[in-house]
């Protein structure tokens, strides 16, 4: 599969960086870090919080450079579509934030 053909990239293939001066309140937090056209539910998994939606996860590592959003390895096209809605969430606060798609050879996975 070639890097710039992505139609057919799944969570192991990717993940997300959210980079900005980005301040959550936590009050605020599953309000505005969650997507907003999908339903999902908030689980704790090996002292982890994930962000279930539908059979796919995704979670949230603050490090720098920014915010990491990575997802399950079987999730698709669903993450783009909620990246995006999360970066939308941040931008209505006032605040800038800008997503980056990093492919496999840039991705740093953790064993959660």
């Known amino acids: 599969m070639s890097e710039s053909d992505k139609s057919n990239w799944t969570g192991k293939?990717?993940?997300?960086?959210?980079?900005g001066d980005v301040e959550i309140?936590?009050?605020?937090?599953?309000?505005i870090m969650t997507p907003n056209s999908y339903s999902w539910d908030k689980v704790i998994r090996n002292g982890?919080?994930?962000?279930?939606?539908?059979?796919?996860?995704f979670y949230y590592s603050w490090e720098p450079p920014g915010?990491?959003?990575?997802?399950?390895?079987?999730?698709?096209?669903?993450?783009k579509q909620i990246a995006e809605e999360v970066i939308s969430n941040?931008?209505?606060?006032g605040q800038y934030a800008e997503l980056i798609e990093l492919g496999r050879d840039q991705v740093h996975r953790f064993d959660l």
Do not use: C, H
């Open 67 to 79: 915010i990491q959003m990575a997802f399950n390895e079987e999730v698709s096209q669903k993450a």
């Open 48 to 57: 982890w919080y994930y962000y279930e939606v539908g059979p796919d996860s």
């Open 13 to 19: 293939d990717f993940e997300f960086l959210i980079r």
């Open 90 to 93: 941040i931008l209505a606060t």
């Open 25 to 31: 309140p936590e009050s605020k937090y599953d309000e």
